[in-house]
């Protein structure tokens, strides 16, 4: 007597998926834990395409600051070039024998972004292997592509399943670019020392390594208000599914340039400012309460 085996011929196909965004997941939550908050409050849908884009994004970043024994800025370039080109190859197909890839081309693809994005972002890191510092030129086309670009990723994400998401993508771009410019100008500052010291690279213009200048560092703090000021405008207007996990971003940044003001510059250039656990969870509730959402959801994602 025969018997019937059910095949389901996806499952294959469906479990290699769901590894490739487990893997993403695993990097975000390994490697940021202000970011890996933020990411909790988003809607499961929207949390999973920022997890495979961020995970990209770190990948890249590993390969340009962080170096096997032994490996020169040449085979750093080639690795890059490589991941690059395995990304344009995923863009093109759907998928990839790398994970991470694979994850990031899936949500890519779901999503709208294409290599108008992911070109500015490799060109930038490409520009970590050479150049050790900036004009005002050259440093404006490093953060579009190291850090703008990445908030334009996020925002493709957040208003994929939007009614006219191309122009909501269109009207909310220059929050997600001020929003993504702000976070990597903080970043700046509060890696200086490690900036300027173990990898070379001068990155903000008027600052002097040996003695930063209180009125440069106010003036790059100053800018960054302006940036997260533009950004927290455009907040209320995102679609629910990521306003409150945005919001949450923007005000821990916020918290991080307001305790670089409270040292003099020549020591904050040379400690990493933090916010602690407890302050991160009572501004992701401040920023709840704010925006409205649900609060049984909420305190979930921020104690998950």
């Known amino acids: ?9 996806h499952a294959p196909h469906t479990r290699y998926d769901e590894v490739a965004d487990a893997s993403a997941a695993l990097v975000i939550n390994s490697y940021s834990s202000s970011f890996g908050l933020a990411s909790r409050l988003l ?3 929207v949390r999973v395409h920022v997890r495979n884009i961020y995970a990209l994004v770190r990948v890249a970043d590993e390969i340009v600051d962080a170096p096997r024994p032994g490996q020169g800025p040449d085979e750093r ?3 890059l070039d490589r991941l690059e080109s395995d990304t344009d190859d995923a863009l093109d197909s ?16 779901s999503t709208g972004i294409d290599r108008s994005l992911t070109a500015p972002f490799f060109s930038s890191m490409r520009m970590d292997l050479t150049r050790s510092a900036h004009d005002e030129a050259s440093l404006a086309e490093y953060i579009y592509g190291s850090a703008e670009v990445v ?3 996020c925002l493709r994400a957040f208003v994929a399943d939007e009614p006219r998401a191309h122009e909501r993508y269109d009207e909310l771009s220059p929050g997600a670019r001020h929003l993504g410019a702000a976070f990597q100008k903080v970043n700046f500052l509060r890696d200086f020392a490690t900036d300027s ?23 790059w703090l100053d800018e960054i208000d302006a940036d997260l000021a533009v950004a927290a405008d455009t907040i209320p207007r995102l679609p629910r ?15 991080l340039n307001a305790r670089l003001r409270d040292p003099p510059a020549s020591m ?9 656990t407890p302050v991160k969870t009572r501004i992701a509730a401040a920023a709840i309460l704010r925006r409205g959402q649900p609060r049984a959801r909420a305190s979930a994602a921020v104690v998950a």
């Open 43 to 45: 809607a499961e849908s």
């Open 77 to 79: 370039r080639i690795a």
């Open 197 to 219: 010291g173990d990898l070379g690279r001068r990155y903000l213009i008027g600052l002097d390594p040996a003695h930063p200048a209180e009125e440069a560092w106010t003036r």
């Open 241 to 255: 599914n990521s306003r409150v996990a945005v919001c949450v971003a923007h005000d821990l940044f916020a918290e």
């Open 94 to 109: 759907g998928s990839s024998t790398n994970l991470v890839v694979h994850a990031f081309a899936r949500s890519a693809r």
């Open 268 to 276: 904050a250039a040379r400690q990493r400012v933090r916010v602690s």
């Open 1 to 9: 007597m025969s018997r019937r085996i059910r095949v389901d011929l």
């Open 151 to 153: 908030g334009l990723m």
